[in-house]
């Protein structure tokens, strides 16, 4: 299993960034995925996940109407399209398979993103 986060960068508040996963080494057709983001000092915090279809999506309140989760099972890739950026984004964010039944989720190493001034 291998979960490849890109995209990430600093910007200042109000711009733009879109992250990209690429997936291998697993079916990702049948797995939900969610983003995870963990600032410095502080715990992981989930922000969003995407049902296998990518047809319903769930995002935390400190996110919802800015963020927007995505897939394109073709490429095995997952999205996440921040727009409207603010100093409270900057953390590390990390792609996450969800575990199916007893199984266990996995995480990549994740992307930088900052939004300063």
């Known amino acids: 299993v291998q979960l490849v986060e890109s995209g990430g960068g600093m910007v200042q508040p109000g711009g733009s960034l879109r992250l990209s996963c690429a997936a291998s080494?697993?079916?990702?057709?049948?797995?939900?995925m969610s983003w995870v983001r963990q600032a410095p000092g502080k715990e992981p915090e989930w922000i969003s996940r995407?049902?296998?279809?990518?047809?319903?999506?769930n995002y935390a309140d400190s996110v919802r109407g800015r963020f927007r989760i995505s897939r394109d099972n073709n490429k095995n890739t997952l999205y996440l399209q921040m727009n409207n950026l603010e100093p409270e984004d900057t953390a590390r964010y990390y792609c996450?398979?969800?575990?199916?039944?007893?199984?266990?989720?996995?995480r990549g190493q994740g992307t930088q993103v900052t939004v300063t001034v």
């Open positions: 080494g697993f079916m990702f057709s049948v797995f939900e």
């Open positions: 995407i049902d296998t279809t990518g047809r319903r999506t």
């Open positions: 996450q398979r969800e575990a199916i039944g007893t199984g266990t989720r996995r």
